[in-house]
């Protein structure tokens, strides 16, 4: 009894590994393929690893097959999120069948406030944050986000007025060639 | 020894070694393919996972329970080695882009 419940629980394990890795073949873009194996190679090991040690039935073999299993439940996420988190920085793009890209409406948010702030100190003109915002693209996306992200070192103080001041005639040429 | 005479668990723990072999070799083709960097990473990151599932599955056929040590090693140096590059890729794309700006 013991033997057809851990050989299940062993095929059932593999047959979600092998899902996470058809999916890695067939799925479009990078962050679909992250998905599929963070969820089912997460649930195809613990699955095998769970059988495993249902067979072996030995309280140190279970112990260690508990501690992978937990391991990997901890560090799948972290390491999804931080390749997926790189990956978007650098400027991988998404499936075009993508609907939804909440951190980029992000962005725009901040670009939008960025440009309505240098507007007011530089240029009376209002609907000159039209043409940042249009402007977001994956390149304008990594120089953004190295500008604002708060949790970096001050010793590069100098970048983002350098950036500001290398923005704001762009801008200015954009606006007078529109109006 | 024939195929007959293999128990369930054995005729089990094959299927599951053949599958993972498989499974391996498919990531590896995503390796070559894979259009960027991040995505090599993340199917290292599966080679990783199928690699320990693998030895979990033999520690059944040699009925040695070393093998499961091997994979917590295994998973750890898959973590570490994803964070690092991560890491690697972070810094140097914003590099370019400070270069850039």
Do not use: C
Not at chain 2, 63 to 82: C, S
């Amino acid at each position: 009894m013991t033997e057809i419940i851990a050989a299940l629980l062993m095929l059932v394990g593999t047959g979600f590994m092998s899902v996470a890795a058809i999916g890695l073949i067939r799925l479009p873009d990078l962050y679909t393929r992250m998905h599929a194996i963070t969820k089912a190679g997460t649930l195809g090991i613990g699955l095998l690893l769970v059988g495993v040690a249902v067979y072996m039935g030995d309280i140190s073999f279970t112990t260690r097959a508990v501690v992978v299993i937990l391991f990997v439940l901890l560090t799948a996420p972290v390491s999804a999120h931080m390749i997926g988190r790189a990956g978007y920085l650098g400027g991988v793009s998404m499936w075009r069948g993508t609907v939804v890209d909440q951190w980029r409406q992000t962005f725009e948010d901040v670009v939008a406030e960025q440009g309505r702030l240098e507007i007011r100190s530089s240029s009376p003109e209002s609907d000159v944050s039209v043409h940042r915002t249009d402007a977001l693209h994956a390149g304008d996306r990594r120089a953004l986000f190295s500008d604002v992200d708060p949790s970096k070192p001050s010793a590069d103080t100098g970048s983002p007025d350098t950036a500001a001041d290398d923005n704001a005639p762009s801008k200015s040429d954009e606006a007078d060639s529109a109006s | 020894m024939t195929l007959i005479d293999l128990t369930l668990i054995e005729w089990v723990v094959y299927i599951t070694l053949a599958v993972l072999s498989l499974a391996i070799g498919a990531a590896f083709t995503r390796v070559l393919r894979g259009p960027s960097l991040p995505d090599r990473v993340v199917a290292l990151d599966l080679v990783a996972y199928l690699a320990m599932g693998f030895l979990g599955a033999y520690a059944v056929l040699s009925e040695q329970e070393t093998y499961i040590d091997a994979a917590l090693v295994l998973g750890l140096l898959a973590f570490l080695g994803t964070v690092a590059v991560a890491r690697y890729i972070e810094r140097v794309e914003s590099n370019e882009s400070q270069t850039e700006s």
